[in-house]
C-alpha cells in the first residue's frame, strides 16, 4: 500500500470550508447537530442523563450515541458528516472547533460497536492529529476525506476508504488504507492491521428516510443518486438458522427442514454461508466445486441455495454421514441472521417478501420454481402470532399455496406443521398435501423473519418441495378485523 500522498485542495475540501465558515458564527455552541434521526436514537451524558435524538438535536462533546434500532446523520461545525447505523454506539470524546484551523480544534471520536461513515471537515487538515476515530481494537486517523468503518462481531475493525488515504492503527503497526481499498485490524492486538479484500457494507436506508447527502467522499450512480452498500455477515456464532433439503442428495429421500439457534457459522467476504453448524449432530459445509445460488443478503439476514457437493453430518446425533452431491435443480436452502434478543410485546406488522431461493423438487424433475408470500405478526406479552400466506409455484404447471398460523414459539424462533396446503394448479395436491415450516425472528425489534420450508404432496404429484424465504418488517400495522 502507499503510505504517503500529496495534499490538494480540491472542489469538495472547497466546498467543506465554505460550510465550516457558515458555522463560524456559532463558534463552539454545539459539538454538532443531528440532521436527521429515525428510530430510538438517544444520546447518554457522562453523568448517565439519556435524551432522544430528533433532527435539529445539539450535541456535546462527553455524548454517547445509541442508535439501537434507528439511524441518525450528524453535521458538525468545521464541515463534517458521519452516517451512522442502526446497532451503533457512537462517541463524541472531544469536539472543538471556533470557525478556523488554529491549533486548538479537536475532534476525538469512538465507534464502540456497529458502524459509521465518515466524511472529514477541516479538522485534521492541517494538523492531523487533531482527528481520529478509536474502537474497541483500532485506532482510524485521517489521510482523506470518506470512509466506512465497521466493528465486526468479533470486535475486529473492518475500514474502507472511499477517497483520499486513511490510516489504521493498534499495538501492533500501522497501515494506510487508500479509496477503493480495504484495511483490517484484527481482534487479537498482537496481530498489526492488514490490508483485506473484505468490503464493509451497510444496509440501505428505508424508503423515505434518506437524509442529506455527504459533501465529499460519497459514492454516487451516474444519476446522482447515493450508493449505500450493505455489511455482509461475518463469522462467528449465536446465529439463527432456518433449512431445507433433501437429506441423501439423491432424490429419494425425504425432505429435511429444521430451524435453531445458536448456530456457529462461516461467511465468505461477500456474505455467502459456507459452513454451518446448527447443533451437535448437524454441521453441513459447501465442499470445493459447491456455490451458493439464490444468494441475497441484507446486512440482517443472508440466504441461498448450496448445489454442488456438500458436507458434514445430520441427524443420528452426529453418527449420520451428510455427503450430497446436490444439482441445478435440487440443493440445501437456508436463511440465516442473528436473532432478534428482546421480542416486541405488543404491537402488530406485515412482513413482506424481501428475498427467497427458488422452490425446487427433492428429485430435480425440474427447474427450480418461484415463492411469494407476507407475514402478518401480532406481538404479544408471552409469544407473537404469526399468520403466513406463501405461494409456490414450479415450472411443471403444479402450484401450492400455503396459509395458517405457527402452532409453535420459543423466544425468536416459530414454527408450524399444520398450515392448509391447497392446490391452485396442474395436479397439485390430488389427494392431499402437508407442510412444515421452521422460522425466527432476526434484528433489533423484530426488523426480519426468516423461514424455511417442506411442502409434501403425495399424490399424483408423488413429490416433495423444500425452500427458504427472507421477510421484512414494514412497519405497517395489521388491518383491524372488518
Not at 439457534?261 to 465468505?268: C, I
Not at 423466544?411 to 394448479?425: D, E, H, I, K, N
Amino acid at each position: 500500500m502507499n503510505r504517503t500522498a500529496p495534499f490538494r485542495m480540491n472542489k469538495s475540501a472547497l466546498t467543506l470550508a465554505l460550510i465550516s465558515a457558515a458555522f463560524a458564527g456559532n463558534a463552539g455552541a454545539n459539538a454538532g447537530r443531528i440532521d436527521f434521526s429515525i428510530g430510538g436514537v438517544v444520546a447518554t451524558r457522562p453523568d448517565g442523563a439519556q435524551r432522544p435524538l430528533a433532527k435539529g438535536a445539539e450535541l456535546q462533546s462527553g455524548d454517547t450515541i445509541r442508535t439501537n434500532d434507528g439511524r441518525a446523520q450528524i453535521r458538525f461545525p468545521d464541515g463534517a458528516y458521519v452516517s451512522l447505523q442502526p446497532n451503533t454506539v457512537f462517541g463524541v470524546k472531544e469536539y472543538n472547533f471556533d470557525g478556523k484551523a488554529d491549533g486548538t480544534e479537536r475532534g476525538f471520536f469512538s465507534l464502540l460497536k456497529g458502524a459509521m461513515r465518515a466524511v472529514t471537515g477541516l479538522i485534521g487538515r492541517v494538523n492531523r492529529s487533531a482527528y481520529e476515530i478509536t474502537t474497541p481494537t483500532a485506532t482510524v486517523g485521517i489521510r482523506g476525506t470518506g470512509g466506512l468503518i465497521v466493528v465486526l462481531p468479533d470486535g475486529s475493525t473492518l475500514i474502507r476508504g472511499s477517497s483520499g488515504i486513511w490510516s489504521l492503527s493498534n499495538a501492533s503497526g500501522s497501515i494506510d488504507v487508500p479509496a477503493g481499498t480495504s484495511g483490517l485490524a484484527p481482534a487479537n492486538p498482537n496481530e498489526p492491521p492488514t490490508e483485506t479484500s473484505g468490503i464493509p457494507q451497510v444496509p440501505p436506508a428505508p424508503p423515505g428516510t434518506t437524509g442529506p447527502g455527504f459533501i465529499a467522499g460519497d459514492q454516487r450512480t451516474s444519476t446522482g443518486n447515493p450508493i449505500i452498500p450493505v455489511i455482509p455477515l461475518q463469522s462467528g456464532s449465536g446465529y439463527a438458522a432456518a433449512v431445507a433439503f433433501e437429506y441423501s442428495g439423491a432424490g429419494y429421500g425425504s425432505p429435511y427442514v429444521y430451524g435453531t439457534t445458536p448456530v456457529d457459522a462461516v461467511f465468505t467476504a461477500t456474505g455467502q454461508l459456507t459452513d454451518a453448524i446448527l447443533s451437535s449432530y448437524d454441521h453441513y459445509t459447501l465442499q470445493a466445486g459447491g456455490s451458493n445460488a439464490d444468494f441475497g443478503t441484507d446486512g440482517i439476514l443472508a440466504w441461498g441455495r448450496w448445489i454442488g457437493p456438500v458436507g458434514g453430518t445430520y441427524g443420528c446425533d452426529g453418527a449420520c454421514g451428510f455427503n450430497p452431491n446436490y444439482t441445478a435443480n435440487t440443493g440445501l436452502h437456508y436463511v440465516i441472521g442473528m436473532p432478534t434478543p428482546v421480542m416486541p410485546t405488543t404491537g402488530s406488522a406485515i412482513f413482506t417478501l424481501l428475498g427467497a431461493t427458488s422452490p425446487t423438487y427433492t428429485d430435480g424433475r425440474s427447474a427450480p420454481g418461484t415463492f411469494a408470500g407476507s407475514l402478518e405478526v401480532l406481538f404479544g406479552a408471552s409469544s407473537p402470532t404469526v399468520t403466513m400466506a406463501f405461494s409456490v409455484a414450479m415450472p411443471d404447471g403444479n402450484k401450492y399455496l400455503l396459509n395458517g398460523t405457527a402452532d409453535s414459539y420459543s423466544g425468536a424462533l416459530f414454527s408450524a406443521s399444520s398450515l392448509t396446503v391447497t392446490g391452485a394448479g396442474g395436479i397439485a395436491c390430488g389427494s392431499g398435501c402437508s407442510s412444515n415450516v421452521q422460522g425466527f425472528f432476526s434484528g433489533a425489534n423484530a426488523s426480519r423473519a426468516g423461514v424455511a420450508y417442506q411442502i409434501n404432496d403425495y399424490y399424483p404429484a408423488s413429490a416433495n418441495i423444500v425452500g427458504a424465504a427472507a421477510f421484512k418488517n414494514t412497519g405497517v400495522p395489521v388491518p383491524a378485523p372488518q
